[in-house]
């Protein structure tokens, strides 16, 4: 079935009452027929919920909903984008691993792996995610994973995911892949052999900035990679907090298992049902709504190029970008998603062009309908010196649009008289 027939009607069967839409279900717990089902339940012989921490009626059909859009097997929704991801590492690493990520990381997730994990011994180690043998040289009998967004954020590379997976799949490594940006709509992580996807929520899923939450997918056949893998025993053997559960013996998707079972139940990070249900409402429109976020962007992109004052733009969708072949390569339909940045002369003119705006909201998050204008020297990367901006690629000049929806006539005229102000 197609994405948009996915997104408006996969995981969900109507009940008695007919409801054309998903019902919430809120609530905390769920009432056993006796004692038999709850002990059939909590031993997995029977299927069902149990308390809210651990599933939801509402929260299944996103999870469900989610992985058919991203061709996934089956997904785990969280809190947040960085519960995901962390939900992720913790998975397949514990204490004396190490993880290997891309340097080109969403700044959260910089923070997580450089200095969150680092106190949990678990350490991160980065490449370029332009440069394969870096990434190879980096590899060692404990690495768990390898992780890299499809699209980043803020420094809008495309990663040439085939090549990534390729070194993966030699070494018989996890690979994880952040597709907030490029979202299911764009980006196809698991055609090209990923084999775990995580996702804010928070962005383009919600669509309209109303929620935070995450997601977690897991691609299909999963269990053969993970079945006997020396890299991943916890997954072949007894798990004792689960009165000696093997994994990938249950025949079930084992990676969002084991993150159900184990770390939902143990940490908690578990999205709400209303939330969850703001995420299906959001999916309904999500490949409408990337059309036109791409749509938008490249005509921003492309009146940025031709403007005198601007320096340079970043935009997968410009022929004159560097990562044009790769998004040409990697992403659905020629659609590069709305986050576009342009440089321009220094702090004082990046200041002045920012606070000119008017229909642009300055604001840190993307995805949401309404254009967001953001300062990164100012917010994200304030404290970094005028070298560290430099070597991440964020100089003081830059600004960086997440396009919403609006006309991309007026997202122009007022970036044109900011410019000119
Ligand atoms: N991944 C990317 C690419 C992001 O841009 C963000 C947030 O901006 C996150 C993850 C974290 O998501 P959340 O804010 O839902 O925790």
Same mark, same amino acid.
């Given at each position: 079935m197609d994405l948009q027939t996915l997104a408006?009607?996969?995981?969900?069967?109507?009940?008695?009452?007919?409801?054309?839409?998903?019902? !919430?279900?809120?609530?905390?717990?769920?009432? #056993?027929?006796?004692?038999?089902?709850?002990?059939?339940l909590f031993a997995l012989k029977e299927l069902g919920n149990i308390y809210t921490r651990l599933n939801n009626p509402t929260t299944d059909v996103f999870e469900k909903r989610f992985a058919a859009l991203e061709g996934g097997e089956a997904a785990l929704a969280t809190s947040s984008g960085m519960s995901a991801i962390f939900f992720?590492?913790?998975?397949?690493?514990?204490?004396?691993?190490?993880?290997?990520?891309?340097?080109?990381?969403?700044?959260g997730s910089l923070t997580q792996t450089a200095h969150t994990l680092k106190r949990f011994g678990i350490e991160s180690r980065f490449f370029d995610v332009h440069n394969t043998q870096e990434l190879e040289n980096? %590899?060692?009998?404990?690495?768990?994973?390898?992780?890299?967004e499809s699209l980043t954020n803020p420094s809008i590379d495309v990663a040439d995911i085939e090549a990534i997976v390729t070194i993966a799949n030699k070494h018989n490594i996890l690979t994880v892949v952040d597709n907030? &940006?490029?979202?299911?709509? %764009?980006?196809?992580?698991?055609?090209?052999?990923?084999? !775990?996807?995580?996702?804010?929520? @928070?962005?383009?899923?919600?669509?309209?900035?109303?929620? !935070?939450?995450g997601i977690?997918?897991?691609?299909?056949?999963?269990?053969?990679?993970?079945?006997?893998?020396?890299?991943?025993?916890?997954?072949?053997t007894p798990d004792a907090s689960y009165h000696g559960l093997v994994y990938t013996d249950v025949g079930l998707p084992a990676f969002t298992l084991r993150a159900r079972l184990s770390l939902l139940r143990d940490l908690g990070?578990?999205?709400?049902? #209303?939330?969850?249900?703001? #995420?299906?409402?959001?999916?309904?429109?999500?490949?409408?709504?990337?059309?036109?976020?791409?749509?938008?962007?490249?005509?921003?992109?492309?009146?940025?190029?031709?403007?005198?004052?601007?320096?340079?733009?970043?935009?997968?969708?410009?022929?004159s970008n560097s990562n044009y072949a790769?998004?040409?390569?990697?992403?659905?339909?020629?659609?590069? @998603?709305?986050?576009?940045?342009?440089?321009?002369?220094?702090?004082?003119?990046?200041?002045? %062009? &920012?606070?000119?705006?008017?229909?642009?909201?300055?604001?840190?998050?993307?995805?949401? @309908?309404?254009s967001i204008i953001t300062h990164p020297a100012s917010t994200t990367h304030q404290q970094l010196s005028h070298e560290e901006l430099l070597a991440c690629g964020v100089p003081e000049g830059l600004i960086r649009i997440s396009c919403g929806l609006e006309s991309s006539y007026d997202l122009i005229e007022d970036i044109k008289q900011a410019l000119e102000a």
């Open positions: 408006l009607h996969e995981g969900y069967e109507k009940g008695s009452q007919g409801t054309m839409a998903v019902p !919430i279900y809120q609530t905390t717990a769920y009432e #056993f027929r006796d004692v038999e089902h709850a002990a059939n992720a590492f913790a998975n397949a690493a514990q204490a004396g691993d190490n993880i290997v990520c891309a340097k080109q990381l969403y700044g980096l %590899i060692d009998e404990k690495t768990k994973v390898i992780f890299f907030t &940006v490029a979202t299911p709509v %764009i980006c196809r992580p698991f055609e090209w052999g990923v084999d !775990i996807t995580v996702h804010s929520a @928070s962005k383009y899923t919600t669509g309209q900035g109303l929620a !935070i939450g977690l997918v897991e691609r299909k056949g999963l269990n053969e990679k993970l079945k006997n893998n020396p890299r991943y025993e916890h997954f072949n990070a578990v999205v709400s049902p #209303f939330n969850a249900w703001l #995420f299906i409402q959001g999916m309904e429109h999500l490949s409408l709504r990337m059309r036109e976020h791409s749509k938008n962007a490249l005509a921003l992109a492309e009146f940025l190029e031709s403007h005198p004052k601007v320096k340079k733009v970043n935009y997968p969708g410009l022929q790769m998004a040409q390569k990697y992403f659905q339909d020629g659609m590069c @998603s709305g986050l576009l940045s342009f440089e321009v002369e220094g702090l004082e003119e990046a200041t002045k %062009i &920012v606070n000119a705006t008017k229909l642009y909201s300055l604001v840190v998050n993307i995805g949401d @309908s309404k």
